[in-house]
C-alpha cells in the first residue's frame, strides 16, 4: 500500500481521540490529507500535533455534528479547501451505558444525535464527491450492534441501527461505485472504554474493578484491542486490494463476539 493514498482526501469523525486519532494517524503515515473533526478544538489540537509528526498537517474542523449545521459546517470547511473526499469515516458517536429504568428520553435522543444521525448526514452530504473519485465510507460502530446486554440498550439499539444504514447503503454504493463497509470493534484501550466501564459499574452496584474483570473474563480475550488494530484494517478496506470487499462487517475483537453472525 506505499503511497497508495497519496493525494487522497480523507474525513474522520470523532477524530480528535482513540480510534478515530488512530486511524488519523494511520492514514498520515501513508501519505493521506486528512481531516479531523470533533467538538472540541483543544482535543482536536492534540491529535493534530500527533499526525503532523507522521505526515500532512491535517484540517481540523470543531463543531456539533449532532446537528445538521455541524455536518454542514465540516462539509463546507472541506469543499472549499480541497474540493474532493476519497474516504469517509463515520467514527463519532458516544452512547451511555447504565440501567434502562433510569435513563431518560433525552439520553437516547443523544446517543442517535451523534453516532446516527451525524453519519446518515456526514454521508449524504459528502456522498456526491465520494461518487465522483469511487470512494469509501467506513463506519465505526462496535460489538454491541450484534450481541445485546440490558446495561448497553442505548448503545446497542445505535449500532444495530448503523448497522443496518450500513448495509442498506451498500447496496446504493454498488450502483455508484461506493465502497461501504462497517468495522465493530470490541473492547479497546480507549477513554471511552474506561467511560462505559464507570458507567457499567454504576448501574450494576459494582466497582470498576469488578465490572472490568468480569468484561474480560466473559469475552475469552488475551487483551483489549488497540486503535491500531482498528486502524490497520481500515487501511486495507480502503486500499485497492479490497476492491471487491462491499457491504461486508468485520469485528476486530479478539473473537469474544458470540455466535455466527
Not at 11 to 27: E, K, N, T
Not at 163 to 186: C, E, Q, T, W, Y
Not at 208 to 232: C, F, H, N, Q, Y
Request: proline letters at 3%.
Amino acid at each position: 500500500m506505499a503511497g497508495e493514498f497519496n493525494g487522497k482526501v480523507v474525513v474522520i469523525s470523532g477524530g480528535s481521540r482513540g480510534i478515530g486519532r488512530g486511524i488519523g494517524l494511520a492514514f498520515a503515515r501513508e501519505g493521506a490529507q486528512t481531516v479531523l473533526a470533533s467538538s472540541s478544538q483543544h482535543n482536536l489540537a492534540e491529535a493534530a500535533k500527533a499526525v503532523a509528526a507522521q505526515g500532512l498537517a491535517p484540517l481540523i474542523v470543531a463543531g456539533d455534528l449532532r446537528t445538521l449545521a455541524g455536518c454542514e459546517q465540516l462539509f463546507k470547511r472541506v469543499q472549499e479547501r480541497f474540493q474532493r473526499c476519497d474516504i469517509l469515516i463515520n467514527n463519532a458517536g458516544a452512547t451511555r451505558a447504565g440501567n434502562f429504568l433510569e435513563l431518560p428520553d433525552e439520553t437516547w435522543l443523544d446517543g442517535f444525535a451523534l453516532k446516527f444521525f451525524g453519519a446518515v448526514r456526514l454521508t449524504r452530504l459528502f456522498w456526491p464527491l465520494l461518487k465522483a473519485v469511487q470512494g469509501h465510507v467506513v463506519s465505526i460502530i462496535g460489538g454491541a450492534a450484534r450481541t445485546v446486554e440490558p446495561e448497553f440498550l442505548i448503545g446497542g439499539s445505535v449500532n444495530a441501527a448503523c448497522a443496518n444504514f450500513s448495509k442498506g447503503l451498500s447496496r446504493l454504493g454498488m450502483r455508484d461505485g461506493v465502497h461501504v463497509n462497517a468495522i465493530h470493534p470490541g473492547q479497546t484501550a480507549t477513554e471511552r472504554t474506561d467511560q462505559l466501564v464507570r458507567q457499567r459499574a454504576a448501574a450494576l452496584g459494582k466497582s470498576v474493578e469488578e465490572v472490568r474483570a468480569a468484561m474480560l473474563e466473559k469475552s475469552g480475550i488475551r487483551r483489549l484491542g488497540t486503535p491500531e488494530d482498528i486502524a490497520e484494517l481500515t487501511l486495507f478496506l480502503c486500499a485497492e486490494r479490497a476492491r471487491h470487499i462491499q457491504g461486508t462487517a468485520i469485528a476486530v475483537d479478539g473473537g469474544s463476539t458470540p455466535g455466527l453472525y
